[in-house]
Each structure stands twice: as structure tokens, then as C-alpha cells.
């Protein structure tokens, strides 16, 4: 069994700013790339930031200048660093998660049951 569990949403108010963190426990050889998305009511699910295979951090046109994407390598744990935040931030945060679980098959992604991120004053 993998894990995917994120943490730190909650309610900020317009301009503030909160951490999300996302960390991965169970059963696996590797985490490859990690990222965060998003899905707002009534909307698709979107991108916010990713790691890239070259590894850098892609970021969603609603995040850039304003999000910031941290790993911790040793712990398996990726963080969402979120200021000004907006009401059309408001959404549920999901990580994801690239994961192998046995050599010689492919890795697979993982999402976590996500964390609510409300903006509201």
C-alpha cells in the first residue's frame, strides 16, 4: 500500500498566505516526480506546480509569481508554499505522485484525497 496525504489546507483570507505539504509513507522502491493540483466547484482540475522530468517546477498560469513548489528529497515530501492568496484560489489541493513499486514495471501515479483551501474574508 502507497499513501498520499496532504495537509495545511484550511480558511485565509484574501492576501494571506498558507503551506501546504504532501507526503508520501506505505510501501515503494522510488518517488519520481511529484506535483499539486487543484478543482475548484464546478470546474476541471488544473494544474498549480509539477516537477519536470528535467527537474524543474512547472507552474500553472494561475500560480506563477505567487506559489512556490519545495521538496524534501530524504522525506519524500513536497510542499506548496501559497501567498496572496485570492478567492478564486479557493479549491480542493490534491498531490500527486509518481511512484514505483517494483523493478522492472513501470512506476504509477498516486493522488491523495486532497486538502480545502478556502479564501474568503
Known amino acids: 500500500q502507497v499513501q498520499v496525504v496532504e495537509s495545511g489546507g484550511g480558511l485565509v483570507q484574501p492576501g494571506g498566505s498558507l503551506i501546504l505539504s504532501c507526503a508520501i509513507s506505505g510501501d515503494f522502491l522510488r518517488v519520481y516526480g511529484m506535483g499539486w493540483y487543484r478543482q475548484a466547484p464546478g470546474k476541471q482540475r488544473e494544474l498549480v506546480a509539477t516537477?519536470?522530468?528535467?527537474?524543474?517546477?512547472n507552474y500553472g498560469d494561475s500560480s506563477k509569481g505567487r506559489f512556490s513548489f519545495s521538496r524534501n528529497n530524504d522525506k519524500n515530501i513536497v510542499y506548496l508554499r501559497m501567498n496572496s492568496l485570492e478567492p478564486e484560489d479557493t479549491a480542493v489541493y490534491y498531490c500527486?505522485?509518481?511512484?514505483?513499486?517494483?523493478?522492472?514495471?513501470?512506476?504509477?501515479?498516486?493522488w491523495g484525497q486532497g486538502t480545502q483551501v478556502t479564501v474568503s474574508s
Open positions: 500527486k505522485a509518481n511512484i514505483r513499486r517494483q523493478w522492472g514495471r513501470d512506476p504509477n501515479d498516486y
Open positions: 516537477e519536470t522530468s528535467g527537474g524543474s517546477i
